[in-house]
């Protein structure tokens, strides 16, 4: 699986680590664990930190896709963890397509994504 989930409902967070190439199956379960915690909590963050990851095949693209317009207004602010210049310009190019705050963390400033997700 490329995506590891942990859930959070005190803080509203969902912390979600992305490696290798995200397919369509890794949807199937992200996106009902996203349903849940919005349903518990109402608005959430996300803390998306990317390990090793190499992006979405065809079909995770159509899936992320989806996944943004159903949710641009369930997550208030995704604080993208990464590890290379292209997870930095990628972050840069979705801020256009949801309502989220979206800011990107160098590795190893995790603290800091926290940080910046704890803030009102």
Known sequence: MAIALKENPEGKLLEVVASGKLSADDYENFEPAVDALIEQVG??????????????????????????????????KIAMVGE??????????CKPFTMSSIKYFEAGQEAEARQWLSEA
């Open 43 to 76: 608005k959430i963050n996300v803390l998306f930190t990317m390990h090793d990851f190499h992006g979405w095949d065809l079909g995770a693209v159509w899936e992320d896709i989806k996944f943004a317009t159903k949710h641009c207004s369930d997550i208030h």
């Open 84 to 93: 290379s210049d292209w997870e930095k310009w990628m972050s840069t190019i």
